[in-house]
């Protein structure tokens, strides 16, 4: 079936960086567009990023600060993000796309938090 384990996230401090990791399983993993979705305190979901073949795309709130990779050799799923800012705080999850562009599995996210 189809897995998807998020890891990486922590406490960092303003300015600092943290790389989130994604392993997937269960799927061929190459042939899928993946997301990176996140969820702040008491908000809905933001969409972060998205990854395909050649092909990566960001949330403007992010653009420049993070960068998003994949290894399909390790079916592994990456987020770099540099320069992290208190708003960067949430639960970060990564998805896979399925019909119409939407996620249609979800890993169990990984908890960012960025303060001093």
């Known amino acids: 079936q189809v897995q998807l384990v998020e890891s990486g996230g922590g406490l960092v401090q303003p300015g600092g960086s943290l790389r989130l990791s994604c392993a997937a399983s269960?799927?061929?993993?190459?042939?899928?567009?993946m997301y990176w979705v996140r969820q702040a305190p008491g908000k809905g979901l933001e969409w972060v990023s998205a990854?395909?073949?050649?092909?990566?795309y960001y949330a403007d709130s992010v653009k420049g600060r993070f960068t998003v990779s994949r290894d399909n050799a390790k079916n592994t799923l990456y987020l770099q993000m540099n320069s992290l800012k208190p708003e960067d705080t949430a639960l970060y999850y990564c998805a896979r796309s399925g019909a119409y562009n939407s996620p249609d599995y979800w890993g169990q996210g990984t908890q960012v938090t960025v303060s001093s």
């Open positions: 990854i395909g073949v050649g092909s990566t």
């Open positions: 269960g799927f061929t993993f190459s042939s899928y567009w």
